[in-house]
């Protein structure tokens, strides 16, 4: 479109060079008919008296400026109309050019934000399985199988420290005889804690997904004893306590859910646990 464009800014530009070259000649000629014709023009002119060179000059000029200057003008005003029909199409054309840049822009941005949203997801994945690696090897360390040995029973850390909080008369005492164990339970706990907190504090909130998913991942690991270590730990309304934020972030990720209070070894705090989690309601007597 441009080159179509100055093409016929050239014509233009040609047409005038013409109409002055024509107009050059036309008094050019004009004046040597004049000079040759000089006398035979004034003959009988003011009824005989005549006039001077100058005189004549002057009529004849006047007579051409007023034939000339319609005609000019007239094709002046065409070459403005014509000037200016150009530059709308020219103003089109790059409001166009403009249009598309801008789109071209603005796909850009998308592709770029998409590509940080993307790069941020990335970098949250990688933190939060190099967490979760951390988080099952602790698992499976509190759920290794030890034979019975002395007055220990047969069966994994966390099967005989969850056994000896259960004998505990009241959920405080029993959550209070968990938490002073400081064995590899503390660890699972405070490692489910941060990567709760991980979640909450450093998912990308551009990125296409949902915390819950991460959440889930963690809750597919964890087995009926830990769901129950888990409670007893954040069964505390305080808001000065420690676990109470702890609280907050496992019923928001509904960590609890899963947790299974109809076996018999665990209907000893069902309903003291429904006074700090109302999602778990004590079974109904069979």
């Not at 008094?27 to 006039?51: D, P, Q, R």
């Not at 979760?132 to 040995?149: G, Q, S, V, Y």
């Not at 259960?166 to 590899?184: I, K, V, Y």
């Not at 934020?245 to 899963?258: C, V, W």
């Amino acid at each position: 479109m441009f080159k179509k464009a100055w093409q016929e800014i050239h014509l233009l530009e040609f047409i005038a060079v013409f109409l002055l070259a024509c107009t050059a000649w036309f008094y050019i000629k004009t004046y040597v008919e004049f000079e040759s014709n000089y006398l035979t023009w004034l003959e009988g002119a003011n009824h005989g008296e005549g006039m001077s060179r100058a005189e004549a000059l002057g009529l004849s000029g006047d007579f051409l400026g007023g034939v000339l200057n319609p005609i000019l003008s007239f094709f002046s005003f065409l070459a403005l109309l014509f000037t200016l029909r150009l530059q709308r199409r020219e103003l089109t054309a790059t409001m166009d050019e403009l249009k598309k840049s801008t789109l071209a822009a603005e796909s850009n941005v998308r592709l770029f934000t998409e590509q940080i949203a993307a790069q941020r997801l990335d970098a949250f994945e990688n933190t939060f399985f190099s967490l979760l690696k951390l988080f099952n090897n602790t698992f499976e360390t509190i759920n290794e199988h030890h034979e019975a040995e002395g007055t220990q029973p047969a069966g994994s850390s966390l099967q005989r420290l969850m056994v000896h909080a259960r004998s505990q008369p009241t959920l405080e005492a029993a959550r209070a005889e968990l938490m002073a164990d400081h064995s590899e339970i503390d660890h699972f706990i405070s490692i489910l804690f941060e990567m709760l907190k991980f979640i909450e504090q450093k998912f990308p909130d551009t990125a296409h997904g949902d915390r819950m998913f991460y959440a889930n991942i963690l809750k597919a690991i964890i087995n009926q004893d830990a769901f129950e270590a888990v409670a007893m730990y954040a069964a505390t309304n305080s808001t000065q306590s420690a676990y109470f934020a702890f609280k907050q972030l496992i019923e928001k990720y509904e960590l609890l859910q899963e947790l299974d209070l109809r076996p018999a070894q665990r209907q000893k705090f069902a309903a003291a646990y429904a006074q700090y989690f109302p999602q778990l309601q004590p079974p109904a007597p069979l």
